[in-house]
């Protein structure tokens, strides 16, 4: 199984970035996908996630209004739309695989991760 990050990079205070995880080696369609992040010296938090038919989100208070989970089963892809982005949203940014139907918030219940794209926000 392998999830490939990407998208991330630098902008200012108030820029948008799309991220995008592309899987491969998975029944895509029939897993929960997540996106979590983790800041230099912070533990890897929850972001958001995204039920396998796509009808079911849930995202972090620090996010809701502003970032969009979405996916495309078609091609294997989950995708995270961020806006209105601060500098406390620096941070590596990771995509994670759960087979689970449940939509879970903790990262021990993911199955698979990818390697992670860096997002940095600049005041």
């Known amino acids: 199984v392998q999830l490939q990050a990407s998208g991330g990079g630098l902008v200012q205070a108030g820029g948008s970035l799309r991220l995008s995880c592309a899987a491969s080696?998975?029944?895509?369609?029939?897993?929960?996908m997540g996106w979590f992040r983790q800041a230099p010296g912070k533990e890897r938090e929850f972001v958001a996630g995204?039920?396998?038919?796509?009808?079911?989100?849930y995202y972090a208070d620090f996010v809701k209004g502003r970032f969009t989970i979405s996916r495309d089963n078609a091609k294997n892809t989950v995708y995270l739309q961020m806006n209105s982005l601060k500098p406390e949203d620096t941070a590596v940014y990771y995509c994670?695989?759960?087979?689970?139907?449940?939509?879970?918030?903790?990262?021990?219940?993911?199955?698979?991760w990818g390697q992670g794209t860096q997002v940095t926000v600049s005041s």
């Open positions: 994670a695989a759960d087979s689970s139907f449940i939509l879970h918030r903790a990262a021990a219940e993911y199955d698979y």
């Open positions: 080696g998975l029944t895509f369609s029939r897993y929960t």
């Open positions: 995204i039920r396998w038919s796509g009808g079911s989100t």
